[in-house]
């Protein structure tokens, strides 16, 4: 079970991450400045387990896959939005961080509300509300992938079987 | 099949594919630059990986914080040279040759009509400009591509953006596109292609058309692409590194949408801070005084642009309030200015010239913003505090707006400062 940010639509990988940070993709170094501009106190208080929330078109901008990187050193378990800009998407997908297209969810679920993720039943489940929300099911190549732990695991386990 | 499709199709041994279909497509070529290469190559050989796919479709561009501008970003770029030379990469590029990754591979022929390209930078759509299906990715896609010549892709559906008329007299491709995006919003195209045609887009030259298909991430495309056609063609002539096929959208393309519109009425556009879908009409803004103005980047540095700032600035001065920074894109690009005297001209108009890199594009280096100040720039983003301080402000706009603007202070149509 994890505790809930929540942020509104757009939030870009600027947000994310500024581009004076890119410097480095330690992940523990990133987190630091996470999302620091737009909610100065999350870095500070975020938890191992927390999730994050938000509407339309998260992650949109750059490719840097120092936002998605940024959040999974803060601990985050998983994103829940509207929408995802497509490269945030893939690199999510491609790092093992677990997203969750929900706009119900995105909507209905508030800042510190304790949210847990049922993957076998695609299912989000709010506990301080009471409530269930579906979510968009992963393709199956997709679930390849984060099935694997990732696309670079899933590319060795791929490349093993040709040889 | 749409132009997409068709690319899509012939790179994944399929005789036809449709929206929604995974498929893992061959990579023509794939690039990195000085922020996103490292972590590819720190997965690529955190998974014991030791061969690249082929060492001459593999670009490594450090363009971002170069000339490196501290320690750790000299540490990102040694990480590239290194890996290079290790595997012998036909395409790294030092300061020198260096140029911005997405007006340098077009430049070269590396990146050509009917290519799949991958890039680990949004903006490798730009080269839909030449007719390829060119998608940005993140670094572990392009550290599978280092092994593997591959990428996973849903192949994703098209909107046609049809341009009847002509542009009018100081309207570019940047305005055309700033215009779409505030019609359709920074996630109009999620996930899908903008395949831009009609008789606006065919007149007009190639370098407005890269930054027509730059910014088609900006409405959250998957890509941007103009059908090849004889400008496409001239351009890559000569340039051409290897062989290519220029594809057209055959008759049964069907597109989930299409969106037409009357380029003659496409003035000069602007986006407000803070996000680039913020557009506005030159004419119906307020009077907005400006610190700063930048002309470079990926989407604005070609030698049409400079050509435009030049035209303007010639025998005028910078506002004394206003600094102005002129980036040309890439070596070849810079040497052209040179000889044309655009330099020149630059220079006594009271404007600093850079070496090509992102620089402040990015807020990296080389022009960053402090508090509470306003930049002008022919660049593609303005979100909070990308170009500096979180209370700084990005406008978006052409080279000719940014010219006019540098020299009244305030952001102006560019008829007003002739
Ligand atoms: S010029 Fe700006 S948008 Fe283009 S690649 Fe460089 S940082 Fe990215």
Redesign the pocket.
Same mark, same amino acid.
């Given at each position: 079970m994890g505790r809930c940010w929540k942020f509104g639509n757009n939030i870009s990988t600027d947000h994310i991450i500024a581009g004076k940070y890119l410097v480095t993709s330690d992940p523990k170094t990133l987190a630091i400045h996470c999302l620091e501009d737009t909610r100065p106190e999350f870095p500070k208080k975020v938890k191992a387990g927390d999730l994050v929330v938000a509407g339309e078109n998260f992650g949109c901008g750059?490719s840097r896959e120092h936002a998605p990187i940024a959040l999974k050193g803060c601990g985050i378990k998983g994103i829940i939005a509207s929408s995802f800009a497509r490269i945030f998407f893939r690199n999510a997908i491609n790092i093992g961080l677990p997203i969750f297209e929900s706009r119900e969810a995105a909507r209905d679920i508030q800042e510190g509300d304790e949210v847990e993720i049922d993957m076998g039943a695609s299912k989000i489940v709010n506990r301080t509300r009471g409530k269930n929300y579906g979510f968009e099911p992963f393709p199956k190549e997709i679930l390849e992938i984060i099935e694997a732990g990732g696309l670079m695991q899933f590319v060795k386990k791929r490349m093993g079987k040709q040889k | 099949m749409t132009l997409a499709e068709r690319i899509i199709a012939a790179h994944s041994g399929q005789s036809e594919v449709y929206p929604g279909q995974f498929v893992y497509a061959d990579v023509d070529f794939c690039l990195g *630059?000085d922020i996103t290469a490292p972590i590819a190559i720190k997965e690529f050989e955190e998974a014991g990986l030791e061969k690249v796919f082929d060492r001459n479709r593999i670009a490594l561009v450090p #363009?971002?914080f170069t000339p490196s501008k501290d320690i750790a970003s000299a540490q990102q770029v040694k990480t590239l040279r290194d890996f290079a030379r290790r595997h012998q990469l036909e395409y790294f590029f030092e300061i020198g040759s260096m140029g911005?990754?997405?007006a340098l591979l077009p430049e070269l022929g590396l990146v050509l009509p009917g290519d799949l390209v991958i890039g680990a #930078?949004?903006?490798t759509c730009t080269y839909g400009a030449l007719g390829a299906f060119a998608v940005g990715v993140g670094s572990t896609d392009l550290a599978a591509c280092f092994a593997t010549g591959k990428v996973w892709l849903k192949v994703p559906e098209t909107i046609k953006f049809l341009f009847n008329g002509r542009l009018p007299k100081w309207s570019s491709g940047k305005d055309l596109i700033l215009f779409v995006i505030g019609d359709i919003g920074v996630d109009g195209a999620l996930y899908k292609v903008m395949e831009f045609t009609g008789p606006a887009i065919s007149a007009l030259p190639i370098d407005d058309r890269f930054a027509i298909c730059n910014m088609a991430v900006e409405a959250g495309a998957k890509a941007g692409i103009i059908p090849p056609d004889k400008i496409a063609e001239k351009y890559v002539k000569g340039r051409a590194k290897r062989g290519y096929v220029m594809y057209s959208s055959n008759g049964a393309a069907s597109y989930c949408q299409t969106k037409e519109y009357d380029a003659s009425k496409i003035t000069p556009q602007v986006a407000l801070p803070n996000l680039p879908s913020n557009v506005q009409p030159v004419e119906a803004l307020a009077r907005i005084d400006i610190d700063q103005v930048v002309i +470079?980047?990926? $989407?604005n +540095?070609r030698i049409t642009d400079l050509r435009v700032a030049a035209g303007i600035l010639k025998g005028k001065k910078v506002h004394p309030y206003v600094r102005l920074i002129v980036i040309p894109a890439t070596q070849a690009i810079y040497l052209e200015a040179l000889k044309e005297g655009l330099i020149e001209t630059f220079l006594k108009a009271g404007a600093s010239v850079s070496t090509p890199t992102?620089g402040p594009?990015?807020g990296?280096h080389m022009g960053i913003l402090a508090e509470g100040e306003r930049c002008l720039a022919t $660049? *593609?983003?303005n979100f909070p505090g990308r170009m500096g301080h979180p209370k700084s402000e990005v406008y978006l706009s052409s080279p000719a707006v940014a010219a006019a603007s540098a020299v009244t202070g305030k952001i102006t149509h560019p008829a007003e400062a002739i």
């Amino acid at each position: 079970m994890g505790r809930c940010w929540k942020f509104g639509n757009n939030i870009s990988t600027d947000h994310i991450i500024a581009g004076k940070y890119l410097v480095t993709s330690d992940p523990k170094t990133l987190a630091i400045h996470c999302l620091e501009d737009t909610r100065p106190e999350f870095p500070k208080k975020v938890k191992a387990g927390d999730l994050v929330v938000a509407g339309e078109n998260f992650g949109c901008g750059s490719s840097r896959e120092h936002a998605p990187i940024a959040l999974k050193g803060c601990g985050i378990k998983g994103i829940i939005a509207s929408s995802f800009a497509r490269i945030f998407f893939r690199n999510a997908i491609n790092i093992g961080l677990p997203i969750f297209e929900s706009r119900e969810a995105a909507r209905d679920i508030q800042e510190g509300d304790e949210v847990e993720i049922d993957m076998g039943a695609s299912k989000i489940v709010n506990r301080t509300r009471g409530k269930n929300y579906g979510f968009e099911p992963f393709p199956k190549e997709i679930l390849e992938i984060i099935e694997a732990g990732g696309l670079m695991q899933f590319v060795k386990k791929r490349m093993g079987k040709q040889k | 099949m749409t132009l997409a499709e068709r690319i899509i199709a012939a790179h994944s041994g399929q005789s036809e594919v449709y929206p929604g279909q995974f498929v893992y497509a061959d990579v023509d070529f794939c690039l990195g *630059n000085d922020i996103t290469a490292p972590i590819a190559i720190k997965e690529f050989e955190e998974a014991g990986l030791e061969k690249v796919f082929d060492r001459n479709r593999i670009a490594l561009v450090p #363009d971002h914080f170069t000339p490196s501008k501290d320690i750790a970003s000299a540490q990102q770029v040694k990480t590239l040279r290194d890996f290079a030379r290790r595997h012998q990469l036909e395409y790294f590029f030092e300061i020198g040759s260096m140029g911005v990754e997405h007006a340098l591979l077009p430049e070269l022929g590396l990146v050509l009509p009917g290519d799949l390209v991958i890039g680990a #930078d949004s903006h490798t759509c730009t080269y839909g400009a030449l007719g390829a299906f060119a998608v940005g990715v993140g670094s572990t896609d392009l550290a599978a591509c280092f092994a593997t010549g591959k990428v996973w892709l849903k192949v994703p559906e098209t909107i046609k953006f049809l341009f009847n008329g002509r542009l009018p007299k100081w309207s570019s491709g940047k305005d055309l596109i700033l215009f779409v995006i505030g019609d359709i919003g920074v996630d109009g195209a999620l996930y899908k292609v903008m395949e831009f045609t009609g008789p606006a887009i065919s007149a007009l030259p190639i370098d407005d058309r890269f930054a027509i298909c730059n910014m088609a991430v900006e409405a959250g495309a998957k890509a941007g692409i103009i059908p090849p056609d004889k400008i496409a063609e001239k351009y890559v002539k000569g340039r051409a590194k290897r062989g290519y096929v220029m594809y057209s959208s055959n008759g049964a393309a069907s597109y989930c949408q299409t969106k037409e519109y009357d380029a003659s009425k496409i003035t000069p556009q602007v986006a407000l801070p803070n996000l680039p879908s913020n557009v506005q009409p030159v004419e119906a803004l307020a009077r907005i005084d400006i610190d700063q103005v930048v002309i +470079g980047s990926c $989407t604005n +540095g070609r030698i049409t642009d400079l050509r435009v700032a030049a035209g303007i600035l010639k025998g005028k001065k910078v506002h004394p309030y206003v600094r102005l920074i002129v980036i040309p894109a890439t070596q070849a690009i810079y040497l052209e200015a040179l000889k044309e005297g655009l330099i020149e001209t630059f220079l006594k108009a009271g404007a600093s010239v850079s070496t090509p890199t992102c620089g402040p594009c990015l807020g990296g280096h080389m022009g960053i913003l402090a508090e509470g100040e306003r930049c002008l720039a022919t $660049t *593609n983003r303005n979100f909070p505090g990308r170009m500096g301080h979180p209370k700084s402000e990005v406008y978006l706009s052409s080279p000719a707006v940014a010219a006019a603007s540098a020299v009244t202070g305030k952001i102006t149509h560019p008829a007003e400062a002739i």
